[in-house]
Protein backbone atom coordinates (compact mmCIF):
# COMPACT_ATOMS: atom_id res chain seq x y z
CA UNK A 1 0.00 0.00 0.00
CA UNK A 2 1.32 3.52 -1.05
CA UNK A 3 -0.33 6.68 0.66
CA UNK A 4 -0.34 10.03 -0.96
CA UNK A 5 -1.40 13.00 0.95
CA UNK A 6 -1.79 16.40 -0.59
CA UNK A 7 -3.58 19.75 0.47
CA UNK A 8 -1.69 21.61 3.16
CA UNK A 9 -0.68 25.27 3.20
CA UNK A 10 -0.58 28.47 4.80
CA UNK A 11 -4.05 29.75 5.72
CA UNK A 12 -5.44 32.47 8.41
CA UNK A 13 -7.06 31.49 11.62
CA UNK A 14 -10.96 30.63 10.54
CA UNK A 15 -9.67 29.68 7.11
CA UNK A 16 -10.16 26.10 5.69
CA UNK A 17 -8.07 23.48 4.29
CA UNK A 18 -8.94 20.09 2.70
CA UNK A 19 -6.80 17.30 3.02
CA UNK A 20 -7.08 14.21 0.48
CA UNK A 21 -4.75 10.75 1.02
CA UNK A 22 -5.25 8.65 -2.09
CA UNK A 23 -4.06 5.25 -1.61
CA UNK A 24 -2.35 2.68 -4.67
CA UNK A 25 -1.37 -0.71 -4.47
CA UNK A 26 -4.69 -1.90 -2.32
CA UNK A 27 -7.93 -0.45 -1.97
CA UNK A 28 -9.10 0.74 1.80
CA UNK A 29 -11.92 -1.21 2.03
CA UNK A 30 -10.96 -3.24 5.19
CA UNK A 31 -8.27 -0.72 6.61
CA UNK A 32 -9.16 1.77 8.98
CA UNK A 33 -7.43 5.08 7.82
CA UNK A 34 -6.70 7.77 10.02
CA UNK A 35 -5.25 11.62 10.35
CA UNK A 36 -2.43 11.98 12.39
CA UNK A 37 -0.65 15.33 13.22
CA UNK A 38 2.15 16.04 15.32
CA UNK A 39 3.24 19.79 16.14
CA UNK A 40 6.73 20.34 16.69
CA UNK A 41 7.72 18.72 20.70
CA UNK A 42 4.60 17.16 20.72
CA UNK A 43 3.15 13.53 20.31
CA UNK A 44 1.94 12.30 17.11
CA UNK A 45 -2.37 12.67 17.59
CA UNK A 46 -4.87 10.95 16.03
CA UNK A 47 -6.83 13.93 14.67
CA UNK A 48 -10.17 11.65 12.77
CA UNK A 49 -10.26 8.10 11.97
CA UNK A 50 -12.75 5.55 9.81
CA UNK A 51 -13.44 2.66 9.57
CA UNK A 52 -14.21 1.98 5.91
CA UNK A 53 -16.14 -0.90 5.91
CA UNK A 54 -19.32 1.19 7.42
CA UNK A 55 -18.37 4.12 7.38
CA UNK A 56 -17.74 5.06 11.47
CA UNK A 57 -15.56 7.88 12.62
CA UNK A 58 -13.72 9.62 15.26
CA UNK A 59 -12.70 12.68 16.17
CA UNK A 60 -10.52 14.35 18.79
CA UNK A 61 -12.25 16.50 20.95
CA UNK A 62 -10.42 19.63 19.83
CA UNK A 63 -11.59 19.22 16.08
CA UNK A 64 -15.22 18.00 16.54
CA UNK A 65 -17.77 19.99 14.55
CA UNK A 66 -14.69 21.68 12.64
CA UNK A 67 -13.21 18.75 10.93
CA UNK A 68 -14.94 16.11 8.56
CA UNK A 69 -13.62 12.70 7.36
CA UNK A 70 -15.08 11.80 4.36
CA UNK A 71 -14.46 9.10 1.88
CA UNK A 72 -14.58 8.58 -1.98
CA UNK A 73 -14.50 4.48 -2.99
CA UNK A 74 -13.92 4.97 -7.06
CA UNK A 75 -10.96 7.45 -6.10
CA UNK A 76 -9.84 5.06 -3.25
CA UNK A 77 -9.52 8.65 -1.77
CA UNK A 78 -9.85 9.42 2.51
CA UNK A 79 -10.20 13.35 3.01
CA UNK A 80 -10.13 15.61 5.88
CA UNK A 81 -11.97 18.67 5.52
CA UNK A 82 -10.62 21.09 8.26
CA UNK A 83 -12.67 23.99 8.87
CA UNK A 84 -12.52 27.68 11.05
CA UNK A 85 -8.84 26.36 11.83
CA UNK A 86 -6.59 27.89 14.51
CA UNK A 87 -2.94 28.22 15.66
CA UNK A 88 -3.07 25.41 17.46
CA UNK A 89 -4.14 23.45 14.22
CA UNK A 90 -0.85 24.39 13.22
CA UNK A 91 1.13 20.77 12.54
CA UNK A 92 2.75 18.27 9.77
CA UNK A 93 -0.35 15.71 9.14
CA UNK A 94 -0.14 12.33 8.35
CA UNK A 95 -2.71 9.94 6.97
CA UNK A 96 -2.14 6.45 7.80
CA UNK A 97 -3.51 2.95 7.11
CA UNK A 98 -4.61 -0.14 10.19
CA UNK A 99 -4.89 -3.35 8.01
CA UNK A 100 -5.62 -4.94 11.11
CA UNK A 101 -9.53 -6.62 11.69
CA UNK A 102 -11.07 -4.65 14.15
CA UNK A 103 -14.69 -2.83 15.42
CA UNK A 104 -12.43 -0.27 17.23
CA UNK A 105 -11.20 2.62 15.77
CA UNK A 106 -7.11 2.46 17.23
CA UNK A 107 -6.12 5.84 18.34
CA UNK A 108 -2.46 4.50 18.64
CA UNK A 109 -0.57 5.77 16.16
CA UNK A 110 1.77 2.94 16.35
CA UNK A 111 -1.03 0.40 15.58
CA UNK A 112 -1.28 1.58 12.25
CA UNK A 113 1.01 -0.20 9.18
CA UNK A 114 0.97 2.48 6.70
CA UNK A 115 1.97 5.98 6.14
CA UNK A 116 1.90 8.50 3.83
CA UNK A 117 4.39 11.84 3.65
CA UNK A 118 3.41 14.68 5.90
CA UNK A 119 1.82 17.78 4.63
CA UNK A 120 2.26 20.88 6.58
CA UNK A 121 -0.36 22.84 7.90
CA UNK A 122 0.52 26.32 9.16
CA UNK A 123 -2.77 28.20 10.57
CA UNK A 124 -1.53 32.18 11.00
CA UNK A 125 -3.01 34.19 13.89
Known amino acids: VQLQAYGGGLVQAGGSLRLACTAS????????MGWFRQAPGKERELVSA????????YYTDSVKGRFTISRDDAKNTVSLQMNSLKPEDTAVYYC???????????????????WGQGTQVTVSS
Open 50 to 57: MRWNDGNT
Open 96 to 114: AADITFGWVIPKDYREYEY
Open 25 to 32: GRTFRHYF
